[in-house]
């Protein structure tokens, strides 16, 4: 039954992470450094919600392993 039901909230949770994609899915360039001789560092234009989304993920991810 505890698989069951943690089955259930790991499918609602990629469903509420595919409709925040969904609805945030214009593409934003994310610079992720000033100019500096004519150079950008940049990442490719990627979707708002999957940007959201990772740096969830990448959030939660870094806290679990650096949790004392």
Do not use: C, D, H, Q
């Amino acid at each position: 039954m505890k698989f069951f039901i943690y089955f259930v909230l790991f499918v609602a949770l990629l469903l509420v992470f595919g409709y925040l994609v969904y609805l945030n899915r214009s593409p934003v360039e994310f610079v992720l450094t000033p100019e500096f001789n004519s150079i950008y560092y940049r990442i490719p234009p990627t979707p708002l919600g999957l940007l959201v989304v990772g740096s969830f993920i990448l959030g939660f991810g870094l806290g679990y392993i650096f949790k004392k």
